[in-house]
């Protein structure tokens, strides 16, 4: 199955096995690894690319970008589903948290729950949820954390950051910093300051290690870890360059 798949994933549980061939049709097979029993589910999309794939809590749904448009893989009945959800057209930066049956979306700069027809959040420009918990930064410049119903909110930067409105943001928030980035820029919150700083001109992407104390990034030129409490830098390989 592997050798014929573009895309794989395993959900939280460890026990279930997602793979995806893409032919004429898009075909997701669903791999009980305890008992090998499998299962399919199909949609009519050809030469399909999967950008973001993220994973309920509790295994039974899968949110995911395909080509660019978000589709709901739902594992919770005896046959499995996908589907796209009408209200994430034209939606961004789209997350299942502790609740498998609910779906948080950046939409007209506001943010949405899958549950509620008006915004939890307004004047949106990203954001991350750990827990209970939303952290985003508004078109105001400032950082705030608000509960998950967005009933509250409590300013955490003391100086507002030049939010730009053509520009894509997200924060990145682990073993208690805060990184916000901007395009392919990324600024580290001084925790002392509470003001945004520059720390990284242009990565093209990154990645957070399993205990959350390393973030990985890279661009063209090189591949970077940080180890975010120490504000080190350490750079794994630095494409060589040649003159003419």
Avoid at 57 to 82: C, H, W
Wanted: aromatic fraction near 10%; charge should be neutral; avoid cysteine.
């Amino acid at each position: 199955v592997l050798e014929k798949s573009k895309h794989f994933s395993i959900a939280p549980n460890n026990t279930t096995l997602v793979t995806v061939a893409t032919t004429n049709s898009t075909t997701f097979q669903i791999t009980n690894l305890v008992n090998q029993e499998k299962q399919t589910a199909s949609l009519a999309i050809r030469n399909a690319a999967i950008t973001d794939w993220l994973w309920a809590d509790d295994s039974t749904r899968a949110l995911l970008k395909i080509n660019g448009t978000y589709f709901l893989l739902d594992l919770s009945q005896e046959t499995p589903q996908i589907s796209q959800p009408s209200y994430l057209a034209n939606a961004k930066d789209a997350l299942i948290v502790s609740n498998p049956t609910e779906i948080f979306y950046l939409k007209n700069k506001n943010i949405y729950s899958s549950l509620e027809s008006a915004p939890v959040l307004k004047n949106v420009a990203g954001y991350k949820i750990n827990g209970q918990t939303i952290t985003w930064i508004s078109f105001d410049g400032f950082l705030y954390n608000s509960n998950i119903q967005g009933t509250t909110s409590q300013k955490v930067t003391t100086q507002g950051f030049p939010v730009k409105a053509t520009a894509t943001y997200n924060i990145i928030s682990s073993d208690g910093e805060i990184i916000l980035k901007e395009n392919n820029a990324l600024f580290l919150l001084n925790t002392q300051t509470n003001i945004f700083e520059n720390f990284y001109a242009a990565a093209l992407d990154y990645q957070l290690s399993p205990n959350g104390q390393k973030l990985l990034f890279y661009n063209q030129e090189e591949i970077v870890y940080s180890i975010l409490r120490e504000k080190v830098n350490v750079i794994l390989n630095k494409a060589n360059k040649t003159s003419d």
